[in-house]
Each structure stands twice: as structure tokens, then as C-alpha cells.
């Protein structure tokens, strides 16, 4: 984990990739206990169906995690530990052959109780003792149900990954999936105006639907985090942590007064930003190279179906508007070259293609703010976002209502193509 201050030196792409970890290493060192000694608290509870199993107490540190304590569980699933601490600290209970954790914030004097099973640990586990703790379990619990939701959708997306209407069948699967993120971002802002100034809210601002769907995104949610940083330097204004969350926010402000767009946001209505990648023979290409036409920015990837999917719809509105001034410029989401290849040819992808075969590292990703595919933008000749993420039906009926319009084109030669 990285500290906010390594966080204010990168880049706005490693910004985003890390907020996760970044927002982790704030939970230490909260400064409000007894600093003239230590005390003691307790946590004590029972994980079903894990005897004889070992549960590790650790410390949440700055640049990782620090093992405190460990205990074999007995046959009743009852464990115990007895650790000291001279403020409310970050601590995890981790259950043996499991790599996730349960985040309890512990204070002195407090006897936390905890209940969970092992089976699905640490889902659906209660908590007493310990009002931060509890605080957390309510965020966490919300978050589990949420991510069945969604991964229930994914399981229907896969088994229908053959059917001809997987386009149809996909947004209305993605209206549920809209419907229920919309439901725990309602979920986490409200808990956030309920509990404010409270370290629970650190977690809440860490949160992910997905690995790469935060609820709240630092750049396009800055409100809520100057806020909840303003907050939190009220209550603990000599917390080295909050420190680091007001430089990381003083960070982001400066960026959002910028007159650019920030990295990883995209509007329509200003300049796309520029991309230079090779195609499959190795020539760079760059989206400025295509200004005068009507572009589509889309991203695909060759192990992706519904890219698949897409492309048989996109071909046939490339080739039906593609005389009159449009073209494609796809990014693939790849890190093998062979398959990236085969797939251009096995589905006769007759467009400009590139990728530096970095998968989500992939520069134009993180700039385009790329999080699931497909995903695209159009262009308009004039090299400014004129709409994003449009269905293949949605994008044929646009370009039916722009191409008749006059433009000033370059002629898409075929030499370019891959």
C-alpha cells in the first residue's frame, strides 16, 4: 500500500489504478485515545465449520499489514485474542487459506464480538462491541448483496453468450445491472451523510462493485471526498493520514480547475484526446491522423464474445457509411499478439486496429477511462467527442441523421487498414 504523498507524485492514470490501495493505508492512527499508555481490547466470536483452522489478527499498516496475533479455532468454532492499542486503530482477521479479510476498527477497552462461517467468509458476518466496526459490517453486507446481483447477471450474459440477440439480451441485462449500481450509490452516499466524521466512511469511499466499477471515483465524486476529508480533519486534525487525504485531495482540486478534461474522464464536447498505438504490422497510427472523418473510438479485446458480437453489427455500419466519410479506430484489449491477430482475420476486421498489448494497462484505457467492453466514442471530424457507448443500432441511426451532412474528409486509404 502507498502512502497519499507516493500517491501525489504519479500520474492521474496511477491515481485511478491505485485509489483502492491508496485509501486503505489511511485507516491507521487515529489520534483521539489515551496516548499516555496502552489498553487493551478483545475480540472474540466463532467462525463455523473451521475447526481446527488458524485466524491471524493483524494491524493495518502503511505499506501492508503487521501480524499481531494468531489462534487455532476450536472444535465449537470459538476463537479469542487480546491485543493492545492506545487509539482506535485498523485491524483484519484473516481465516486460514483465504486471502480476503474482515476490517474491524478497534478501540481500547472494547470486547468486539464476532460471528462468521468459513464457507463464505467474510461474507455475511455480524459484529457487536466495536460502533466502527458495526458501521463497517453494514457496508460490507450491503456490498455482498449487491455483487450477487451483479454476478448473477454475468452468469446469465454467459450462458446466452450464443444467442443471435445477445445485443438485445445484453442491454437489458445491463439496465439491471444500471438499476443496482444505482441503488448502492444511493446506499453509500446516504450512509455517508449519516456518519460523517466517522473512519467507517474511509471504507465507504474504497468501496468496488467490480474491479474496476468504484462507487465513487475521485475524480467525478471530488465533492464527496473534499467533504468527507474536511470532515475528518475536524475531528482528527493532527492525523497524519487525514494529512495525507487533504494533500490527495489539494491534488485533485488543482487537476479539476484545470481547463482540460482530467485524465480517465471523457466529455463530450471537448478535443479527444490523442492516441498513437501500432497496428498488427507495426505501424503507429494516431486518432489525429483520421481527423476529418467520422471516427469511432471502440474498444474491443479478442477474448471478449460480445466484442465478437459487436463486430459483426459494426461491420456492417462500416461499410455502409464508410465511403461517406466514417471509419473505426479499435483499441484491443490484448497481451497476445498471435491472438489479437487471428482474430482480426478470423472475424475480417477491416478497420484500423491497434494495441500495445498492456490489457488494462493499456495507455488509451486509462485515458478514455475504460472500465468494461465494449465501450466507444464518436468523433466528429472536427476531433471532438461527439457521443459515447452507443449500441450498434444507436450508432447506425446517428450517422444516418450526421452523414449527410458537408464535411472536409480525408479518403480512408486501404493500404492503412490491417
Known sequence: MQSFITFAKKTMADLLKTTTAILTTILIGCTHGHPDKDLSFSIFGTIDDANGRTIYLKINLENGYGLLDSAKIKPDGSFAFNALTNRPDFFSLQ????????????????????????????ENYT??????????????????????????????????????????????????????EKKQRIF????????????????CLSQYIAPRTPIFDPIKDFEIYEKTSTQLSEKYPENIHVKKLQQYVEKLKTLKHDSKPLPGTIKIGFPAPEISLPTIKGDTIKLSDLKGNYV????????????????????KIYWK???????????????????????????????????????????????????????????????????SNLTPQELDETLKNLIGNKIIRKKVEPSQQN
Open 321 to 387: 457509411y464508410n465511403s461517406a466519410g466514417f471509419t473505426v479506430y479499435q483499441i484491443a484489449i490484448d497481451n497476445n499478439r498471435e491472438n489479437w491477430k487471428n482474430a482480426i482475420k478470423t472475424q475480417k476486421l477491416p478497420w484500423y486496429n491497434v494495441s500495445d498489448l498492456k490489457l488494462w494497462n493499456c495507455q488509451a484505457a486509462q485515458d478514455y477511462g475504460i472500465k468494461t467492453l465494449p465501450a466507444n466514442f464518436l468523433i466528429y471530424p472536427d476531433g471532438i467527442v461527439g457521443q
Open 127 to 180: 459484529i457487536t462491541g466495536s460502533p466502527e466496526s458495526e458501521k463497517i459490517c453494514q457496508l460490507e453486507n450491503q456490498l455482498t448483496q449487491t455483487k450477487k446481483t451483479s454476478d448473477s447477471l454475468g452468469k446469465i450474459f454467459r450462458a446466452k453468450i450464443n444467442n443471435p440477440d445477445l445485443p438485445e439480451i445484453k442491454h437489458s441485462l445491463d439496465s439491471v445491472y444500471h438499476e443496482t
Open 188 to 203: 453509500s452516499e446516504n450512509f455517508l451523510n449519516q456518519n460523517q466524521g466517522s473512519l467507517a466512511a474511509l471504507i
Open 296 to 315: 469511432l473510438v471502440d474498444f474491443w479485446a479478442s477474448w471478449s464474445n460480445i466484442s465478437q458480437k459487436n463486430n459483426e453489427l459494426l461491420s
Open 95 to 122: 481465516l486460514e487459506g483465504n486471502e480476503n479479510t474482515i476490517t474491524i476498527a478497534a478501540d481500547t477497552c472494547q470486547k468486539i464480538e464476532l460471528h462468521a462461517q468459513a464457507k463464505n467468509f467474510p
